[in-house]
Nanobody
Framework: VQLQACGGGLVQAGGSLRLSCAVS??????YAWFRQAPGMEREFVAV????????YYAGSVKGRFTISRDKAEDTVYLQMNNLKPEDTAVYYC??????????????????WGQGTLVTVSS
């Protein structure tokens, strides 16, 4: 199983980025993005179900970020609009096999990508 994240970069406040996470090896029940800022714990950002019909967001990104999954390409996307300096972090994609447990808890995820850095300048 591999999760390969890409798409990070440097952007000015108010700008946009789209992160991608290519998944290979098997299908999962849920796919998520987490982020970790320097000196902070890894926090939940967004999650999407296998079919793409169910999505959930952290309050801090709701209305600005959109998570989606392309089933044909087995890729998960995170479209980030109206970026703010506080969005600066390393972003990780993650996947979980089962349905039990807290979908917002990083401990519920079985596989992780390598992370991609997003830097938002003010």
């Amino acid at each position: 199983v591999q999760l390969q994240a890409c798409g990070g970069g440097l952007v000015q406040a108010g700008g946009s980025l789209r992160l991608s996470c290519a998944v290979s090896g098997r299908a999962f029940s849920w796919y998520a993005w987490f982020r970790q800022a320097p000196g902070m714990e890894r926090e939940f950002v967004a999650v999407v179900s296998r079919g793409g019909g169910n999505t959930y967001y952290a309050g801090s990104v709701k209305g600005r970020f959109t998570i989606s999954r392309d089933k044909a390409e087995d890729t998960v996307y995170l479209q980030m609009n109206n970026l703010k300096p506080e969005d600066t972090a390393v972003y990780y994609c993650a996947a979980r096999i089962g349905h039990s447990g807290d979908r917002y808890d990083r401990m519920s995820y079985d596989f992780w990508g390598q992370g991609t850095l997003v830097t938002v300048s003010s």
